[in-house]
T-cell receptor, first 118, second 116 residues
């Protein structure tokens, strides 16, 4: 069974600083994908970044980067130069095995609330 | 990326009634997924909808409570039947992307349901 763990309580960061949101995972599948989503108060789920288990390099998308440590089964999201608009709930999710179709559902962590202070 | 719309965006319903939520995608997709997010909680998959066949439900969810239709490759509906206050949640439709570079999964804006 797949499991995603996000244990940090609410996180606070000063505007323009960097922040790391933790995510650990557990799966027995060698092929898997890790996703991060942002959910503002409006409720929509915004895709941020993806890391495949076989990707050689850590994923980056603009101000978002993923610190992927496969041996430790962690996939922490790093947000650089925080902005007020980054205040939201952040979810880590995993798809394992990495297949499209009916068996490729996402398993989500509980989420982390990030608040950016001006 | 896929553009997904949902109707209604929010609703307040009375106990015992039913609500049908619509999900429209701007491109043809094989699988559509319905998730539920209860207040302050994470997302839980309700079912997977494949065009032309019965939806596949996750443990804890049944067709009588959450009937799903998938009449074509761009549209699906989820009905929340005989509602109770415990059904108050955000319901999200989701589809896989087709970029080819990596697997993506996109979500609609959600339907915020309150049951009184």
């Amino acid at each position: 069974a797949q499991k995603i763990t996000q244990t940090q309580p609410g996180m606070f960061v000063q505007e323009k600083e960097a922040v790391t949101l933790d995510c650990t995972y557990d799966t027995s599948d060698p092929s898997y994908g890790l996703f991060w989503y942002k959910q503002p108060s409006s409720g929509e789920m915004i895709f941020l970044i993806y890391q495949g288990s076989y990707d050689q390099q850590n994923a980056t998308e603009g101000r978002y980067s993923l610190n992927f440590q496969k041996a430790r089964k962690s996939a922490n999201l790093v947000i650089s130069a925080s902005q007020l608009g980054d205040s939201a709930m952040y979810f880590c999710a995993m798809r394992a095995p990495l297949l499209t179709g009916a068996n490729s559902k996402l398993t989500f962590g509980k989420g982390i609330t990030l608040s950016v202070r001006p | 990326s896929a553009v997904i719309s949902q109707k209604p965006s929010r609703d307040i319903c009375q106990r015992g009634t039913s609500l049908t939520i619509q999900c429209q995608v701007d491109s043809q997709v094989t699988m559509m997924f319905w998730y539920r997010q209860q207040p302050g909680q994470s997302l839980t998959l309700i079912a997977t909808a494949n065009q032309g066949s019965e939806a596949t439900y996750e443990s804890g969810f049944v067709i009588d409570k959450f009937p799903i239709s998938r009449p074509n490759l761009t549209f699906s509906t989820l009905t929340v039947s005989n509602m109770s206050p415990e059904d108050s949640s955000i319901y999200l439709c989701s589809v896989e992307g087709t970029s080819g570079r990596y697997n993506e999964q996109f979500f609609g804006p959600g339907t915020r349901l309150t049951v009184l």
